[in-house]
């Protein structure tokens, strides 16, 4: 014989309350009794679910999360399956969602050019990807926009050693890498953007890799590669609200190591690409001071950092040279100091 409603709500009412729940079983006994009652609760728990909703993350954030905390696959879905445990389960979207997201990052797979030893890209198809994307995440405040400019700095990036891991395939394996960063203005010359990391490659995107031994004549031909590619390069136009923003990219090979300066410059690398002076002859600043400098070397630039390390070092040389050539001052240095072994009262004094 089937058990009635009345029944089974007194049987869990009671099994409840034999397990010690006394609130939970009056709870229930009101809910169960008393239809009105059943109701004004039901509608208190609605209302509390509004009035403090959860804020879900978007697939856009939590694959920026994903990514900045180095997540696998499984650990995203022992994350997510945590939180579905605890009724939020709908705070962090399924991973196919971040599948997506990482899709839509990637540019057109037909631009690219994948060998045994080699991956490239077309810069054109790279700079219009990066521009739709910068678009994208500020549109709010491009709302009217006809016109936008972002300004790239090419990197030349060689000499990491991988021979240890392949050992078994060659002994001298150099990965010889080429990317670009960016900074991104509107028409109206506000800024919209910018790496505030601009000596680092975090924001670097690959435009090409090269798995082989780096020589002079490779830099040179990836040099004029590059910079062919660069002067046909068209402006982007992107279309946001029906209205079409017409984007101008400006590049500049600007953040290159000093081997890659010498490479580019035709000189030794034992020489400097500005001026040309030889180790020996960089103490004489006179002489420094005299020789011509080679502008064409100016475009490849000087990084932040470089540049406060060797105006660090011109501070430093020039305080020596203060301190030495005062009579006063180099007397005073040269006076030694006596060491005093501290006896039992002082040590008893100082404690």
């Given at each position: 014989?089937?058990?009635?409603?009345?029944?089974?709500?007194?049987?869990i009412e009671m099994k409840v309350r034999k397990e010690g729940?006394?609130?939970?079983?009056?709870?229930?006994?009101?809910?169960?009794?008393?239809?009105?009652?059943?109701?004004?609760?039901?509608?208190?728990?609605?209302?509390?679910?509004?009035?403090?909703?959860?804020?879900?993350?978007?697939?856009?954030?939590?694959?920026?999360?994903?990514?900045?905390?180095?997540?696998?696959?499984?650990?995203?879905?022992?994350?997510?399956?945590?939180?579905?445990?605890?009724?939020?389960?709908?705070?962090?979207?399924?991973?196919?969602?971040?599948?997506?997201?990482?899709?839509?990052?990637?540019?057109?797979?037909?631009?690219?050019?994948?060998?045994?030893?080699?991956?490239?890209?077309?810069?054109?198809?790279?700079?219009?990807?990066?521009?739709?994307?910068?678009?994208?995440?500020?549109?709010?405040?491009?709302?009217?926009?006809?016109?936008?400019?972002?300004?790239?700095?090419?990197?030349?990036?060689?000499?990491?050693?991988?021979?240890?891991?392949?050992?078994?395939?060659?002994?001298?394996?150099?990965?010889?890498?080429?990317?670009?960063?960016?900074?991104?203005?509107?028409?109206?010359?506000?800024?919209?953007?910018?790496?505030?990391?601009?000596?680092?490659?975090?924001?670097?995107?690959?435009?090409?890799?090269?798995?082989?031994?780096?020589?002079?004549?490779?830099?040179?031909?990836?040099?004029?590669?590059?910079?062919?590619?660069?002067?046909?390069?068209?402006?982007?136009?992107?279309?946001?609200?029906?209205?079409?923003?017409?984007?101008?990219?400006?590049?500049?090979?600007?953040?290159?190591?000093?081997?890659?300066?010498?490479?580019?410059?035709?000189?030794?690398?034992?020489?400097?690409?500005?001026?040309?002076?030889?180790?020996?002859?960089?103490?004489?600043?006179?002489?420094?001071?005299?020789?011509?400098?080679?502008?064409?070397?100016?475009?490849?630039?000087?990084?932040?950092?470089?540049?406060?390390?060797?105006?660090?070092?011109?501070?430093?040389?020039?305080?020596?040279?203060?301190?030495?050539?005062?009579?006063?001052?180099?007397?005073?240095?040269?006076v030694k100091t006596t060491h005093i072994e501290p006896t039992?009262?002082?040590?008893?004094?100082?404690?």
């Amino acid at each position: 014989m089937a058990a009635s409603v009345a029944e089974l709500a007194l049987a869990i009412e009671m099994k409840v309350r034999k397990e010690g729940n006394e609130q939970l079983a009056k709870l229930l006994h009101a809910i169960f009794s008393d239809e009105a009652t059943a109701a004004n609760i039901s509608a208190a728990y609605e209302k509390d679910l509004t009035s403090n909703p959860v804020e879900l993350l978007t697939p856009e954030e939590a694959f920026a999360l994903f990514i900045h905390m180095d997540l696998s696959r499984d650990e995203y879905q022992l994350l997510r399956n945590t939180m579905v445990g605890k009724n939020m389960g709908e705070m962090f979207p399924p991973y196919k969602k971040l599948h997506e997201v990482a899709d839509s990052c990637c540019p057109d797979p037909s631009a690219m050019v994948v060998t045994c030893d080699s991956v490239e890209i077309k810069i054109q198809a790279l700079l219009d990807h990066t521009a739709q994307r910068l678009i994208k995440q500020h549109e709010i405040s491009l709302l009217g926009l006809r016109s936008a400019h972002i300004l790239h700095k090419i990197t030349y990036i060689s000499a990491l050693k991988y021979a240890e891991i392949c050992e078994n395939v060659c002994r001298d394996v150099d990965v010889y890498m080429l990317s670009v960063q960016k900074s991104f203005t509107s028409g109206s010359q506000d800024l919209v953007w910018m790496n505030k990391t601009p000596s680092s490659t975090r924001f670097c995107r690959l435009i090409s890799l090269k798995f082989t031994k780096e020589t002079e004549e490779l830099t040179k031909s990836h040099l004029l590669k590059v910079q062919s590619e660069i002067e046909a390069l068209a402006e982007t136009t992107v279309v946001l609200c029906n209205v079409t923003i017409t984007v101008r990219h400006e590049l500049h090979p600007c953040m290159v190591n000093g081997k890659i300066c010498s490479a580019l410059s035709s000189r030794s690398t034992s020489r400097c690409h500005i001026c040309g002076a030889t180790p020996s002859q960089m103490n004489n600043l006179a002489l420094i001071d005299s020789l011509p400098t080679s502008k064409i070397t100016f475009k490849f630039g000087l990084s932040p950092l470089h540049f406060r390390i060797r105006l660090e070092t011109n501070i430093d040389m020039a305080r020596r040279f203060w301190c030495t050539s005062d009579p006063i001052i180099s007397s005073l240095a040269c006076v030694k100091t006596t060491h005093i072994e501290p006896t039992e009262e002082m040590k008893k004094l100082l404690l």
